[in-house]
Nanobody, 116 residues
Framework: HLVESGGGLVHAGGSLRLSCAAS????????MGWFRQAPGKEREEVSC????????YYADSVKGRFTISRDNAKNTVYLQMNGLKPEDTALYYC???????????WGQGTQVTVSS
């Protein structure tokens, strides 16, 4: 069970911090990812963090602007989004992934809208 929060409407150049709280799963054993899907586009993974070493992945489109982190004590993963652009507008999903990056659990999504 994954529940995202923190989405909203922001002007271009602004910031948002997404949170995803996990329950009912062994959070510390999962890689945690953030995906997004804009209208008419395929869902894409924008960032992922592994379970033990803090290794991270970022899509080129968000590298240098977004930062993923996790707090295993709180069963929560975060996505700090700075320098937001209108093209970042999408429904953002949290996901729990196995080490092959196969998604085992999805959140329900939180909307991020960036106005120009």
């Amino acid at each position: 069970h994954l529940v995202e929060s923190g989405g909203g409407l922001v002007h271009a150049g602004g910031s948002l911090r997404l949170s995803c709280a996990a329950s009912g799963l062994s959070f510390e054993h999962y890689y945690m990812g953030w995906f997004r899907q804009a209208p008419g586009k395929e869902r894409e993974e924008v960032s992922c963090i592994d379970s033990n070493y803090g290794r991270t992945y970022y899509a080129d489109s968000v590298k240098g602007r977004f930062t993923i982190s996790r707090d295993n004590a709180k069963n929560t993963v975060y996505l700090q989004m700075n320098g937001l652009k209108p093209e970042d507008t999408a429904l953002y999903y949290c996901a729990a992934e196995d080490p092959t990056w196969s998604v085992d659990y999805w959140g329900q999504g939180t909307q991020v809208t960036v106005s120009s």
